[in-house]
């Protein structure tokens, strides 16, 4: 399997964006309620989306409780 199969199965996010309609692709992260998905720059950007631009998660509104998945993925913690 090709390091950007991993990646795509890993890594970024499945989600849909709203108004293109295009696959997402963007970088994923996850709250401490578990919630997971991208960082958009404005709210239902994203079918995905688990944070808006002031890093608060769109489920359980904490603000800055947030982990990068994929550089947690590449370190290997
Ligand atoms: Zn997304
Ligand atoms: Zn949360």
Known sequence: MSYDAIKGQ???????RTGLGGKCNGQTFRCECGYE??????DAACSNQAFSAGWRCVKCGAVGKVQ???????IGA
């Open 68 to 74: 990068a998945l994929n550089f947690e993925n590449r």
């Open 37 to 42: 998905g991208c960082r958009q720059t404005y």
């Open 10 to 16: 890993r890594g970024l996010c499945t989600g849909k």
